[in-house]
Structures are given as structure tokens and as C-alpha cells.
């Protein structure tokens, strides 16, 4: 079975912070993801990565950034931590071709004070 | 531009209940489209895909392409199913689309 192993469930941070959230998965999949989930919103594309090193921007990239050195790691970064980044960020990885489902972590609750 | 839309944020029935979950999306390549759910204090996980045509908990989905839409669809509903359920959408570029979620309140 997958395993998607994000590093916190809970985390709490101050205002300008520069943030680390860490996502594991141990089943040799290609691609990985960000989102984050906000009610009403659903599911939103921070970035993804389809490769090491390698990474796209998703649809809201702004004040975000990654980091794939590992095929099994994809770090999301706040650069910056502000108070409208409060959040439930999801982590997720999947095989590349068709029709391979996404598997999904915990979830990482950000809150920034 | 919006590729999946889930028209309902909260729907609410009674146990016993039909249910059906709209899900309609824009793409202009063949879609592959996916459920997912949600439980209370659980992980996303995929609760089935189109290609398989397959019923996963009594739930079924069909793609009907002339109306770009992929419904989610459950004779009677139970308890156990309240839930959030969000539609996705696989692009050829290994790229997921979801929704914004449908919450599923099924009532005693």
C-alpha cells in the first residue's frame, strides 16, 4: 500500500516565518504534489513536480516555493509566512500515465499567527 | 479556466435515500476522471475512476461525454457516507484538477 508521509500534522507559525512542510513517499512514484484546502475552495494546486529536480508551478504559486532533490521528498517553502497562508496543506503522489489515482498524506494544518 | 465543477457545496438526504453527486468539467483531450472522498478526520482517498466502471460501496459513476459530465451516484444512501467528495480531472501532462468538494450530509 502507498505510503505518503507528511511531517507534521499540526504546525503553528509567526508572521514572516520561513516555513518547511515535508512530504515522504515510499513508492517510487514520479510525480508529487502540493495543495492546499480551504472550505468552499476545495483543492488548489500550490506546485507539482513531475521529476527530481524538476517543478511547475501549479495555480497559486504565489509565496511558495519547492524543493524535489530526492525522488521520494518534495518540500513545500514559505518563504515568508503571512497570516492568509493559514491552511490545510495536502501532500500527494501518483505514477505517471493514465489513469494512476493520486495517494494523499495526512494533511499538515498550518496556522500562522 | 474552471475544468471541474461541482455545482453543490452541501447536499443533505435521508438515509435510504438516492443520491446523486454532479460533477461537470471542461477539457478539450479524452478526460480521465476520478472521485475522491473524504472522511471526517481521514486522508483524501480515491473512491473510484471512470475506466474501471466499477461500484465501490454501492457508489457508481458514468462518464457521458456529450454532457461533460461524470455524476456520482448511490441508490440508498447510509450514515457511514456523509462525507466531503471531491470530482478530479487527469490532463495529459500527469496534472490533477478537483473540484471544489460536494459535503454529503445523510441524515438518520
Known amino acids: 500500500d502507498v505510503k505518503v508521509t507528511q511531517s507534521s500534522r499540526y504546525l503553528v507559525k509567526r508572521t514572516g516565518e520561513k516555513v518547511f512542510l515535508e512530504c515522504v513517499q515510499d513508492?517510487?512514484?514520479?510525480?508529487m504534489f502540493w495543495y492546499r484546502q480551504d472550505p468552499g475552495l476545495g483543492l488548489r494546486l500550490i506546485y507539482f513536480?513531475?521529476?527530481?529536480?524538476?517543478?511547475e508551478k501549479g495555480d497559486i504559486p504565489e509565496g511558495y516555493s519547492v524543493s524535489r532533490e530526492k525522488k521520494e521528498r518534495f518540500s513545500l517553502i514559505l518563504e515568508s509566512a503571512s497570516t492568509n497562508q493559514t491552511s490545510m496543506y495536502l501532500c500527494a503522489s501518483s505514477l505517471s500515465g493514465p489513469m494512476r489515482p493520486q495517494h494523499f498524506g495526512d494533511g499538515t494544518r498550518l496556522s500562522i499567527l | 479556466a474552471q475544468r471541474v465543477t461541482q455545482p453543490e457545496k452541501l447536499l443533505s438526504v435521508f438515509k435510504g435515500a438516492p443520491v446523486e453527486l454532479k460533477c461537470n468539467y471542461s477539457y478539450s483531450g479524452s478526460p480521465e476522471l476520478f472521485w475522491y472522498v473524504q472522511y471526517s478526520r481521514q486522508r483524501l482517498q480515491l473512491l473510484l475512476r471512470h475506466i474501471s466502471r466499477e461500484s465501490i460501496k454501492g457508489f457508481t459513476a458514468d462518464l457521458n461525454k456529450g454532457e461533460t459530465s461524470f455524476h456520482l451516484k448511490k441508490p440508498f444512501a447510509q450514515e457511514e457516507d456523509s462525507a466531503m467528495y471531491y470530482c478530479a480531472l487527469l490532463d495529459n501532462f500527469n496534472k490533477f484538477y478537483f473540484g471544489s468538494g460536494t459535503k454529503l450530509n445523510v441524515k438518520p
Open positions: 513508492m517510487d512514484h514520479e510525480n
Open positions: 513536480s513531475y521529476d527530481v529536480k524538476m517543478k
